[in-house]
């Protein structure tokens, strides 16, 4: 089993920044990747960047540029550096963790959600 334990949202302005921590406890394996994802009101959840293990990071072409993805991986959290942030960048932030055995995703877990607000 493990959790996800999300922190770090909040409100802030159209330019500002935030960053989000997600931290993984439990039985881990040694290959996985951590991402986020985010969910605005009436519309599908949607990937916003992941990190593997390996230190290989992808994004969504909206976070291009203005959010950047980072992961301890000594203790197990994945961060969300997120600048010049825009009121379309509304949502609920969820942190997921994906676990390989293999070229298999063997589990998937999701952290509970945080919220952030950009006020215009």
């Known amino acids: 089993q493990v959790q996800l334990v999300n922190s770090g949202g909040g409100l802030v302005q159209a330019g500002g920044s935030l960053r989000l921590s997600c931290a993984a406890s439990?039985?881990?394996?040694?290959?996985?990747?951590m991402g986020w994802y985010r969910q605005a009101p009436g519309k599908q959840r949607e990937l916003v960047a992941t990190i593997t293990s390996a230190g290989s990071t992808d994004y969504a072409d909206f976070a291009q540029g203005r959010f950047i993805i980072s992961r301890d991986n000594a203790k197990n959290t994945v961060y969300l550096q997120m600048n010049s942030l825009k009121p379309e960048d509304t949502a609920v932030y969820y942190c997921r963790i994906d676990m390989f055995r293999g070229v298999s995703i063997a589990m998937t877990y999701w952290g509970q959600g945080t919220q952030v607000t950009v006020s215009s």
């Open positions: 439990g039985t881990i394996f040694s290959r996985n990747t």
